[in-house]
């Protein structure tokens, strides 16, 4: 009987380890990224994948990998995690709505897409609240342009290649 109970035991741990999904991406992009602000300043090649509600941008510089970013709830950047309110704080300097960062590495327009101007293969916003940011943001085929004129951050994506 005891040994019977063993053997139960290791089938349902077996059929519940395979259980276990892991995210299931549904586009990679190679991308060049850049992104400037007082306090950061990076520059470099690598891939953007996104699936569901994850987000993974894996950035490459000189054949080092110097960004790990990983966005499902919390963001966590090279395995250090945050709200994303702070996230926000530290790479914007500014306390934005929370899914900006992937608003823009999915090109997606801002702000309840507030003054958006329609062209011809994307669009281009350009927000200010006095005193605490002016943003001027584009999106098009080649890729995304983040620039927050007041607080001098930088962001731009660039796609390389095909999507996949």
Not at 9 to 33: H, Y
Not at 34 to 60: D, V
Not at 142 to 148: H, I, L, P, S, W
Request: hydrophobic share 40%.
């Amino acid at each position: 009987m005891y040994r019977f109970l063993i053997m139960f035991a290791g089938i349902i741990l077996f059929f519940s380890a395979c259980s276990v999904k892991e995210q299931t991406i549904e586009t990679s992009q190679p991308i060049k990224l850049i992104i400037k602000t007082p306090f950061i300043k990076i520059s470099g090649i690598g891939f953007y994948k996104k699936g569901g509600k994850y987000a993974n941008l894996q950035i490459f510089s000189g054949g080092v990998a110097v960004l790990d970013y990983k966005s499902a709830g919390n963001i966590c950047i090279n395995d250090k995690c945050m709200t994303r309110g702070i996230f926000n704080e530290k790479l914007f300097l500014q306390t934005h709505y929370d899914e900006l960062i992937d608003d823009i590495l999915a090109q997606k327009p801002i702000y309840n897409s507030q003054n958006l101007t329609k062209k011809d293969d994307g669009f281009s916003q350009h927000i200010v609240k006095t005193d605490v940011f002016d943003v001027l943001y584009e999106a098009d085929g080649n890729g995304t342009k983040f620039n927050d004129l007041q607080n001098g951050v930088i962001i731009q994506v660039t796609k390389l290649g095909k999507e996949q």
